[in-house]
């Protein structure tokens, strides 16, 4: 477990990791649920997003409440093919078992299994047996699936999340989003490879009311998509209040989230961001998105 005197854990303290991926899962992780929660609660952080690209996590989450009350383990779901696709059924059910989190399509997106069939990935990322999901019909309006998933969302004040989208369907999603009341939106990684969203496509969406969430783990050595360079230059842009930091880890090669996030804090301060900005983002952020007290 990480040491208490490290630089950067009292950045943390009270911290929501939005991002990350735990056992149980289809693939290699790291630790499981009952461990980073552990974890989180040693270091005085306030809980983390479960997130699996193959199942909904809510129920689990539910029962990790119990075993580890004192942290905030939140249930998600994301719209792969594993679930069904652009699924409103599984959506529905995941907000009733209390999903605070849906997710557009990762892997199982078009744009994902495209951008990876022209950029190998030592961990073979693109290698998914499925068609891939687009949004959108040919005419550019979204498929009626997709409304029918953003009026599940906003009746249960839940987030959405932009996945692994390509820019014109983001455009066109979080629109849509707005304008049938869904208030909490998270454009996914906007600086990872697959996407590659310029200065003023993020700044079109913080002006619909769009959170930016910046990964830890595209700037890691086997993704090499970003910079924490790049992500100061759109914090100092857009203003930490629209953007949110998180980790994405999980993987085996990596540290364990929760210090992923110091890392990730300490970093950022390093380069010109301040500690109140910091905190906004990993903390204050998350818990309005999510509806819970800033403590």
């Not at 989180?40 to 909904?56: D, E, T, Y």
């Not at 979080?174 to 969203?197: F, Q, S, W, Y």
Request: proline residues 6%; contains cysteine.
């Amino acid at each position: 477990m990480m040491s208490v005197f490290k630089p950067g854990t009292e950045l943390i303290k009270g911290a929501i990791d939005m991002h990350v991926h735990v056992r149980p899962d289809v693939v290699p992780r790291l630790m499981d649920c009952i461990q980073l929660a552990e974890e989180v609660k040693a270091i005085g952080g306030r809980g983390f997003v479960f997130k699996s690209h193959f199942m909904p996590t809510a129920p689990l989450a539910n029962l990790m409440r119990k075993i580890v009350p004192e942290v905030e383990v939140v249930g998600s779901l994301i719209l792969n093919n594993s679930v069904g696709g652009l699924n409103p059924s599984a959506v529905e059910a995941s907000l009733k078992f209390g999903a605070k989190v849906i997710w557009m399509p990762t892997i199982s997106a078009k744009n994902h299994i495209e951008y990876y069939a022209t950029h190998p990935h030592p961990l073979g990322l693109g290698g998914q047996r499925e068609l891939g999901i687009c949004i959108l019909k040919k005419n550019g309006e979204l498929v009626e699936e997709v409304k029918t998933i953003l009026g599940l969302i906003a009746d249960a004040k839940a987030v959405l999340a932009t996945g692994h989208l390509t820019i014109p369907e983001i455009k066109v999603l979080v629109k849509e989003a707005k304008k049938v009341g869904v208030e909490n939106i998270i454009v996914t990684h906007p600086l990872d490879g697959m996407i590659r969203m310029s200065i003023e496509d993020q700044k079109e969406m913080v002006k619909l009311g769009a959170y930016l969430e910046h990964t830890l783990l595209s700037t890691m050595p086997l993704w090499c998509n970003t910079s924490p360079a790049e992500i100061y230059k759109v914090i100092k842009t857009t203003v930490a209040e629209h953007n949110i930091l998180s980790t994405d880890f999980g993987q085996i090669h990596h540290p364990s989230p929760i210090e992923g996030l110091r890392i990730f804090a300490r970093t950022m301060i390093e380069i010109g961001i301040t500690e109140e900005e910091i905190k906004k983002m990993i903390r204050d952020n998350p818990c309005k998105l999510l509806g819970l007290n800033i403590e």
